[in-house]
């Protein structure tokens, strides 16, 4: 009976998760970001960039909390369908 060699991967970090980058918890200090369930996901140049993927979001996921953060007003814009 042949044995697969299974390689040794480090049992405190996934494999998967090496290369992620961490989500910034920090406010962008330019342009707009979308912020589902109190974390910035997606920081966008223009506002309509961050409305189509906030929108798409929230259509996809009715049940999260999506909002848009305007870094120039610092205003946060609630997303409801």
Not at 18 to 39: C, H, W, Y
Not at 52 to 80: C, N, T, V, W
């Amino acid at each position: 009976m042949t044995r697969l060699a299974v390689p040794e991967t480090d049992p405190v970090t996934p494999p998967e998760r090496e290369n992620m980058s961490l989500q910034s918890s920090e406010l962008p200090k330019t342009g707009f970001a979308i912020e589902v369930d109190g974390r910035i996901k997606t920081e966008f140049d223009t506002k309509e960039g961050a409305d189509r993927g906030a929108i798409e979001l929230k259509r996809r996921f009715p049940m999260l909390q999506i909002r848009i953060y305007d870094a120039a007003a610092k205003s946060h814009l609630e997303i409801s369908l």
